[in-house]
Structure formats: structure tokens, C-alpha cells
């Protein structure tokens, strides 16, 4: 079967571009952006601030059990366009990676069915590059499973 | 380094994608291979050439038959690099699906 989520990282270019397929409705899966508590849910991530206008922000964290910040990243709305588009920056605190541009863009393929492409614009192609090839990625993928099986237990059949 | 970015144009194509999956277990003729899709018998020999050009598929002659099988490295090497972050966002996006679709139900 093929997979739903697609990845197109071209040579030679600081950009990536995800698209994915939704069995949702539109409004549905933009809703899935815009509400702090379904954006923790589907994130894994604890939501500190979501601001879901132009010159808005957001920050999203991630602890260990022991309360430790696994993953912190900020970034600054700059375009928001309900079931439209979102263009905003994303940085993750604490690390040696610059800041990247994000297009988030949503449409409609059926009254049922959505679609979200992202374009992610690295400073350098180096830039995209690590951050495609450093295992950290299946780090943060780990950490959050964790917070998925913490979760779990502690709210069950309640999401 | 030009071969990278013809590699990924290579599997940018969903027919090509489906060449390859078709390949994953077993080597096959080329006619064999345009059996199973709609479109015409030319299209999927451009398809093999442009695969076989980028090293994703390699060619072996048996009797007077040429078959086609998966070049396992250049397939790994593609894996390697984009797939765990494939799968990073492929994983957070079933999620959304599902947590979605729980709060549709509950409205």
C-alpha cells in the first residue's frame, strides 16, 4: 500500500515538501491547527502559547517524566488564512538549527476528504540536509511515543 | 551529484513508485511489469529506462528474456535519508486523523 504522507527533498535545494491526504473535511483538519488542545493531542507536544494570527506566535514544549524540556520550538504567525494557508517560522530553542520558513497550505478534494501540502524553507541546503539526516528526528519520534503511552494511561478513551 | 536529484525525481512519480514496489519481492520482465497497469506498454519502458538510468534498477539477461530487479543500495540509500523523517510526519498525521475524527463523533 502506499503510504499516505509523501516527502519530496530535491537535491541541491533548501526546501522540503510534505503533502498529505486527509479522510477529513476541510475545516476539520485546519481545526486541527487553530485549538491548543487538539494541536497537544495530535502533536504530542504541551502547547505554552498559540496565537493563530498575522504577527501571532506560538510555542510548543515537550518534557520527559521526570520533567525535564526534551523539545522546545517557537516560531512567529505571519499569514493566517482560515482553511487556507498558514505561513509561519519555526525554530527549535537550544539548538544549533536556524530558524526555517514554513507554508502550510490546505485544501479541499472532497466535502470528505483534505489535503495539506508544507513547504519547509532551510537557511542553507547544509542546514536541510542535517536536519533530514541527524537521527534527532526519531529522538523527538521517541520522546514522543513516550508522552503518547504517559498519556494513554493517564486519560484513557478520553481523547 | 546529479544522480541524487534525478534519483528523487525518479520516485517522485507515483508509476515509477509503483514500478518499484512491484520489484520489492521479485525480479521481472518488462512485460510482466506493464501487465499491471493501464497504461501503454512505451510509457512503462520509459518509466524502467529513466529507473535503470538513476541506479534504482538494474537489468539481468536470462535466456532471451531481460529481467528487472531492485538495486538494493541505491534503494537504501534513498531510506535511509529521507525516511525517518517521512515517517516522523507520516506517524503525527495518522494521529491528527485520529484525534480529529474522535472529536467529529463527539459533536
Known amino acids: 500500500m502506499e503510504p499516505k504522507t509523501h516527502l519530496t527533498a530535491e537535491e541541491g535545494k533548501q526546501e522540503i515538501f510534505i503533502t498529505r491526504s486527509f479522510d477529513l473535511p476541510l475545516d476539520l483538519l485546519f481545526k486541527a491547527y487553530t485549538e491548543p488542545e487538539l494541536v497537544e493531542q495530535w502533536m504530542g507536544n504541551k502547547v505554552l502559547k498559540l496565537e493563530n494570527t498575522p504577527h501571532g506566535g506560538y510555542q510548543f514544549e515537550t518534557r520527559d517524566a521526570q520533567e525535564k524540556v526534551l523539545f522546545r520550538a517557537n516560531g512567529t504567525i505571519h499569514s493566517f488564512v482560515p482553511n487556507q494557508n498558514i505561513t509561519r517560522t519555526f525554530e527549535m530553542e537550544n539548538t544549533p538549527f536556524p530558524v526555517q520558513l514554513e507554508f502550510l497550505d490546505f485544501e479541499a478534494i472532497t466535502d470528505e476528504k483534505s489535503k495539506l501540502t508544507m513547504q519547509m524553507v532551510f537557511k542553507s541546503v547544509a542546514d536541510r540536509d542535517n536536519m533530514l539526516k541527524l537521527p534527532f528526528a526519531q529522538g523527538i519520534n521517541m520522546a514522543h511515543n513516550q508522552l503518547q503511552t504517559i498519556m494513554s494511561k493517564a486519560k484513557p478513551a478520553n481523547l | ?107
Not at chain 2, 534519483?7 to 520482465?29: E, H, K
Not at chain 2, 543500495?73 to 494521529?95: C, G, H, S, T
Open chain 2, 1 to 107: 551529484m546529479n544522480l541524487r536529484r534525478d534519483v528523487f525525481q525518479a520516485i517522485a512519480d507515483p508509476t515509477r513508485r509503483a514500478i518499484l514496489l512491484l520489484l520489492a519481492s521479485q525480479s521481472m520482465t518488462a512485460g510482466a511489469i506493464a501487465a499491471n497497469f493501464d497504461t501503454a506498454r512505451p510509457t512503462v519502458s520509459k518509466h524502467l529506462q529513466i529507473l535503470t538510468e538513476c541506479e534504482l534498477l538494474a537489468q539481468e539477461q536470462k535466456g532471451r528474456e531481460v529481467y528487472y530487479h531492485l538495486s538494493v543500495v541505491k534503494m537504501k540509500e534513498i531510506a535511509d535519508f529521507l525516511e525517518p523523517f517521512r515517517q516522523l510526519w507520516d506517524d503525527r498525521f495518522n494521529k491528527l486523523e485520529a484525534v480529529m475524527k474522535a472529536y467529529q463523533s463527539k459533536k
